[in-house]
């Protein structure tokens, strides 16, 4: 039974800086989340989803500028372009938020009121990244560039400044008592040595420059781009029209590694100051290079999302992205590694198991009798199928997105053995019984497996459920048996040219 309210879970990317186009690394964030979001809601929670652009700050306004274009039609095109990426890459997202939107900047106005207690007002000269939109501490600049290779630029005006350094403690007995707040382990303590270090307060204004939410009451300054930009989170779940306890206590958000400060250490300051609810976990994923070197426009290596679904399709990619690398690690993006995973993993183990059973049972007229007691081969195959969701619920909730799929793929493999084994096509002359417990126990894995993969691989999932007639629409139809079944005669899933 359906439970009467469906329990919350929220799950965001980072929203994506709008000064280039779309590509892999962007898409690898957002089908993290998406798989993430699809399995909570098939497992009957309520899920919020979000993603979007961050539009404010030097580096889009000189994107802009650099186009020729005023920087508001620049926004709107290539904001336009992320949100195109959202629908190509097929994700189920609830809200796409701009941070140019009027109740982002009302959002983030309410929190800056929020947090003023902890704000004074002083002058800013250093060092500014303005790729990374971040200012560097003097010890990190050498030869005139910050520890992430970007050039980095003076920079001396009148600013606001969070005072960062009184939640040190704060933040660390955060860790201490949270221990599961940051993923994975080893970026928890990299986060958690570098507030040991010392924490600096932290310039939060602009006054030099005019593309960003204007701060309330002090006319000429704009925030900084990093506190506009957290807000984002909240402004996506109604504040400050509504409560977001609930849904922010269950939020995880999903994060490259090289951002992982920012939302670990200046995003909770800023809600502990402003006495809001801290996210469940901030998990922080690697890097993807291409063909073994960093992805870079002048290397000219940049993997466009759009090419590898034309070449390779769509849901190849999301599996591909997820299985070749453990989420958290770095990887590197090889079409030769994508041809094999296709073709071994996708076409021979997976769509061979579906294509062979369901044939099978088509072919032979269906209507699968039930009344036969399983031996023990077959109760192994049965049971694990059972277990296939129990396990993955472990997996996700720790956002193991390829122990997930290696754990899926642990069934498939195991199921096609169990066809070999048992050779239905001899059993089929010999022991109807047999064959009937043979093909139950199989079509059993095959629609645990549909449900395995749907996060994943939506439309493939959603093929299988259509040649067994069955909705897929909650983990739930998993505990409805097979009766008299017939089936369509399935086409390849993943066919080979
Ligand atoms: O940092 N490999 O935006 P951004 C893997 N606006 N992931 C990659 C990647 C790659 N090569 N390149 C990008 C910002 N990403 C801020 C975020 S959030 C409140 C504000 C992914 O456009 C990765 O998730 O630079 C990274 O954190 C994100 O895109 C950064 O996108």
Redesign the pocket.
């Known amino acids: 039974m359906r439970k009467e309210r469906l329990s919350e879970f929220c799950v965001t ?8 186009d779309p ?4 898409a ?2 957002s089908i993290a989340a998406d798989i993430i979001a699809r399995f909570k809601r098939l497992d009957g929670f309520r899920v919020h989803f979000s993603t979007g ?2 539009e404010h700050g030097i580096k889009v306004a000189r994107s802009a500028e650099k186009s020729g274009m005023d920087v508001h039609t620049y926004s709107d095109i290539i904001s336009r372009k992320f949100k195109d990426m959202s629908r190509a890459v097929n994700l189920s997202e609830h809200d796409f938020i701009r941070t140019t939107e009027e109740r982002h900047i009302r959002s983030a106005q309410a929190l800056w009121k929020m947090i003023e207690k902890d704000i004074y007002k002083s002058s800013y000269s250093g060092w500014y990244s303005a790729r990374d ?1 971040e200012y560097v501490p003097e010890n990190e600049v050498v030869d005139g560039k910050a520890p992430s290779g970007a050039p980095v630029e003076w920079m001396e005006e009148e600013s606001f400044f969070f005072r960062l350094s009184s939640y040190q403690d704060k933040l660390l007995e955060l860790y201490e008592k949270n221990p599961d707040f940051i993923a994975p382990v080893a970026r928890r303590n990299e986060v958690i040595s570098f507030v040991k270090s010392g924490l600096k307060d932290l310039s939060i204004s602009r006054s030099k420059f005019n593309w960003g939410i204007p701060i309330p009451g002090a006319d000429g300054h704009v925030m900084y ?2 506190i506009d ?2 807000a ?2 909240i402004t996506s779940l109604g504040f400050p029209d509504k409560d977001v306890t609930s849904m922010m206590s269950q939020c995880v ?7 992982l400060r ?2 670990a250490v200046y ?1 909770p300051a800023f809600l502990i100051s402003a006495g809001l609810e801290l996210p469940r976990r901030i998990f922080a ?6 063909e073994g070197q ?2 870079s426009k002048s290397i000219g290596n940049v993997v466009d999302p759009y090419d590898v679904i034309k070449n390779f399709g769509l849901d190849q990619l999301r599996y591909f992205l997820f299985r070749e690398v453990r989420f958290g690690e ?1 990887g590197d993006f090889s079409k030769e590694n994508m041809k094999n995973r296709i073709s071994y993993d996708l076409a021979n183990d997976l769509g061979n198991l579906v294509q062979r059973v369901l044939a099978f049972i088509q072919k032979i007229g269906g209507n699968l009798e039930t009344n036969y007691d399983l031996n023990e081969a077959e109760k192994r195959v049965f049971e694990k199928s059972k277990n296939l969701i129990v396990q993955m619920r472990n997996l996700i909730d720790k956002q193991d997105l390829c122990g997930a799929l290696e754990t899926i793929w642990n069934l498939v493999s195991e199921s096609n053995k169990f066809v070999n084994d048992m050779k239905p096509w001899e059993l089929v002359k010999t022991d109807t019984n047999r064959l009937n417990a043979v093909l139950t126990v199989l079509c059993e894995s095959i629609r645990s497996i549909a449900f395995g993969i749907a996060p994943f691989l939506p439309d493939t999932a959603k093929k299988i459920f259509d040649f067994m007639d069955i909705e897929g629409k909650s983990f739930e139809e998993i505990e409805i048996r097979f009766t008299n079944q017939t089936f369509e005669a399935p086409i390849p899933l993943f066919p080979k040219d």
């Open positions: 990317t980072p929203i994506y800086y709008i000064n280039g590509h892999v690394g962007h690898y964030a652009t961050d939109e781009v990093w930009a957290l984002n989170y958000h999903i994060v490259g590694k090289e951002i920012f939302h995003w994923h690697g890097w993807w290079t291409s960093k992805m770095d």
